[in-house]
């Protein structure tokens, strides 16, 4: 029921077939139209998703692709724009975050300068992203390639390359698919284990 009310009174820049959001989610009616949710996204209990609107520029900030399912208590806060492509899958509590508050003045409150100009995120086609992983990109363009895995609790920061298996804060690239082998094998990253 709430699904269905939420589609036809708040205005999403789409709202595809399938779809549905929890009535425990926060997501503001004055930013539905910078949200584009395609069809069969399963949003889950808790779920934020935040747009900071101050710029001119039209067109979602937040796509979330089809078949997209986001774990409860998960955060997407977008300045300019967070892709997640179809299938993505994310555990509950991950935080996905293209922005920073502002502190460069020590003499004003974090919460009174603004945000910073931050940069953009994509989420490949059918990632996963374990519990309590965070993506954020501070500037530039942060891609995570299709098929990859995200650790629990992994800071990811930069760019990874598709069928890549990232962990650790800051994330970095532990096993990445081989497809002559048809096998994930460990990359020099990899922590070693005694035996």
């Known amino acids: ?7 036809r009174t708040y205005p999403f820049a789409r709202f595809g077939k399938g779809s549905s959001i929890h009535y425990s989610c926060d997501v503001g009616r004055h930013m539905a139209p910078y949200i584009d ?3 069969r996204v399963f949003i889950a209990s808790d779920v934020w998703l ?3 609107y101050d710029s001119t520029e039209p067109g979602p900030r937040i796509s979330l692709g089809n078949g997209c399912k986001i774990g409860r208590r998960s955060t997407i806060s977008s300045r300019n724009l967070i892709v997640l ?12 975050m293209d922005h920073n508050h502002e502190y460069s003045n020590h003499d004003t409150p974090i919460h009174g300068q603004g945000t910073t100009a931050g940069g953009r995120i994509t ?8 519990y309590g992983a965070v993506i954020f990109c501070s500037k530039g363009e942060l891609v995570l390639g299709h098929n990859s895995v995200v650790g629990a ?11 890549s298996i990232v962990a650790g804060n800051p994330a970095v690239l532990i096993k990445k698919y081989d497809f002559e082998s048809g096998k994930w094998v460990r990359t ?5 284990v005694s035996t």
């Open 123 to 130: 989420i490949g086609r059918n990632c996963w992203l374990g």
């Open 1 to 7: 029921m709430h699904t269905e009310w939420l589609k």
């Open 188 to 192: 020099s990253n990899s922590p070693k």
């Open 153 to 163: 609790n992994a800071v990811v920061t930069t760019t990874f390359p598709p069928c």
């Open 37 to 39: 949710v395609q069809e």
């Open 50 to 52: 935040n747009v900071i």
């Open 85 to 96: 492509e179809d299938d993505v899958l994310l555990a509950p509590s991950v935080l996905i």
